[in-house]
């Protein structure tokens, strides 16, 4: 997920985020995610809105590891040298519900950025409360030649 660009207008202005064309199909029903990288560690905010609710109306589990993985890539981003990567591992703990309408905030650590693996540590929060702690890994991947249709990433 290469390609970052920043926020040019909004309360968003000088955060990174990914341009509309990057951030379609799936990623574009969870919403954009903004970043900026802070004395080695990244914080991302996501918006929340009434749609990213279950039917309980705390924010929906899928919702918050969906944002827990675009977070991974986002604090990624400065290992990635503009190539792109998969998520290989996530774990994660529910640690208390979270609700549509205040930002979700994510502080995260890269462990480890060497090689073909990035080890991610993360936190995310609503109003200083925690709702989802979680580890990733990133596996390095060649970007796909697109022209030759070669999607193999088992190199």
């Known amino acids: 997920m290469a390609g970052a660009v920043a926020a040019e207008s909004g309360h968003m202005a000088g955060w990174l985020t990914w341009p509309k ?8 029903a969870i919403g954009p995610i903004f970043w900026r990288h802070e004395s080695g560690d990244t914080r991302c905010l996501v ?10 109306g705390a ?3 899928g919702f918050l590891i969906s944002c827990a993985d675009m977070v991974l890539f986002a604090a990624a981003e400065p290992f990635l040298d503009g190539g792109t990567a998969v998520t290989s591992n996530l774990t994660c703990e ?5 609700r549509a309408g205040p930002p979700l905030e994510a502080r995260a650590e890269v462990l480890k950025g060497t090689g073909k693996l990035i080890v991610i540590r993360v ?3 609503q109003e200083s409360c925690s709702v989802l702690s979680f580890t990733g ?19």
Do not use: I
């Open 59 to 61: 924010l929906h589990g």
């Open 123 to 125: 936190l995310l929060a």
């Open 137 to 155: 890994t990133l596996r390095r991947v060649p970007l796909p030649d697109s022209a030759a249709g070669d999607t193999d990433v088992s190199s």
């Open 21 to 28: 064309v990057k951030a379609s199909g799936f990623s574009e």
């Open 94 to 98: 529910f640690l208390g519900p979270g």
């Open 47 to 56: 918006e929340t809105t009434e749609h990213h609710r279950n039917g309980y």
